[in-house]
């Protein structure tokens, strides 16, 4: 199999065959775990260190539960009680953390770069589960496996993926996937929640609903992000949800066996119709829940492969 990567930290770095080829060990873990198998050996000697400086139930479980299920030790760290909150400066709780030799690092950080600069100072191999604007890697490659699934391919689909746009690391990760892999991607959202520089990204930009959905393949709703947000970007939920929200008017616009994606959590009734949302019909929003495990599995067992080319057998304590 084709993966070079010593880290994940973005998609941006990322080869098409590496993308298929993570996707690929991905796809046979979720099968194997529908089949009714939850323990592999993988990362049995590793030991997997989760640092969350923000609050993610969702994805924090996921890797939690990836990384049990292929054997590694698993400690997820309080960082809203660590030493940071004491002066401790991120590069010297990286240090730190290092001297304790762990093998794979899952780090989510509210400042776009942090994990990059963590990178740079530790021996073990990093998994970027998000910081702040820039890139949120993991996230995109399931909801690449759940497009697959879906549509059972992964190139030249039509992607409308809308909302707010500009706060979104989601968003940024799908656009570089799905353009790597040869896709049709518009962003749909008001100007308020565009980013600026939209028209270098390589995609097409719509104001409106009903043109960026038009014969699309795959609808992606994207969550408000409130907690970036230091102004008016909207005049209100009920209005943003008239002309924004997705509900079945919007998506009469899109192909018939269009379907229908949100990272989570979701707001009902400001980005998403809840009936739309629990349509197993058309959304496959829990599917993409449970690829996220499978997902993050693929990436810390090829990793974790990579991690042993470079390190050799491992000295046996007697």
């Known amino acids: 199999m084709t993966f070079r990567q010593t880290h994940l930290l973005g998609i941006e770095p990322l080869h098409p065959e590496e993308i298929s080829t993570l996707l690929d060990l991905a796809q046979d873990y979720a099968e194997a775990a529908r089949a009714g198998r939850r323990h592999w050996d993988a990362l049995a000697d590793f030991t997997q260190i989760n640092m969350f400086?923000?609050?993610?139930?969702?994805?924090?479980?996921?890797?939690?539960?990836?990384?049990?299920?292929?054997?590694?030790?698993?400690?997820?760290?309080?960082?809203?009680?660590?030493?940071?909150?004491?002066?401790?400066?991120?590069?010297?709780?990286?240090?730190?953390?290092?001297?304790?030799?762990?093998?794979?690092?899952?780090?989510?950080?509210?400042?776009?770069?942090?994990?990059?600069?963590?990178?740079?100072?530790?021996?073990?191999?990093?998994?970027?589960?998000?910081?702040?604007?820039?890139e949120h890697p993991t996230q995109a490659l399931?909801?690449?496996?759940?497009?697959?699934?879906?549509?059972?391919?992964?190139?030249?689909?039509?992607?409308?993926?809308?909302?707010?746009?500009?706060?979104?690391?989601?968003?940024?990760?799908?656009?570089?996937?799905?353009?790597?892999?040869?896709?049709?991607?518009?962003?749909?959202?008001?100007?308020?929640?565009?980013?600026?520089?939209?028209a270098e990204f390589g995609v097409e930009v719509c104001e409106d609903m009903a043109e960026g959905l038009r014969d699309a393949d795959v609808v992606m709703m994207l969550r408000l992000q409130k907690e970036r947000m230091d102004g008016g970007f909207i005049p209100s939920e009920r209005e943003y949800f008239h002309r924004y929200g997705l509900d079945a008017a919007k998506l009469s616009h899109a192909k018939e066996d269009a379907i229908v994606m949100h990272p989570g959590p979701m707001n009902r009734g400001v980005e998403i119709d809840g009936t739309l949302a629990d349509d197993i019909n058309r959304s496959v929003i829990q599917e993409q829940v449970e690829m996220g495990v499978a997902v993050r599995m693929a990436a810390m067992d090829l990793l974790a492969r990579n991690l042993r080319q470079v390190r050799g057998p491992r000295e046996v304590m007697v």
């Open 142 to 198: 399931l909801d690449a496996l759940t497009i697959r699934r879906a549509k059972g391919r992964l190139h030249r689909l039509t992607v409308a993926i809308c909302g707010d746009i500009a706060h979104s690391r989601v968003a940024r990760s799908n656009i570089l996937l799905l353009g790597k892999m040869e896709n049709r991607v518009r962003l749909v959202g008001p100007p308020t929640l565009m980013p600026a520089g939209v």
């Open 53 to 134: 400086f923000e609050a993610s139930t969702r994805t924090q479980a996921s890797f939690e539960l990836a990384g049990k299920r292929l054997g590694a030790d698993v400690m997820s760290m309080a960082m809203g009680a660590s030493s940071l909150k004491k002066g401790e400066t991120l590069i010297d709780t990286a240090l730190t953390l290092n001297a304790m030799r762990p093998d794979l690092l899952v780090v989510r950080h509210p400042n776009s770069g942090a994990v990059d600069l963590l990178a740079q100072k530790v021996t073990c191999a990093v998994l970027n589960a998000g910081d702040g604007r820039h």
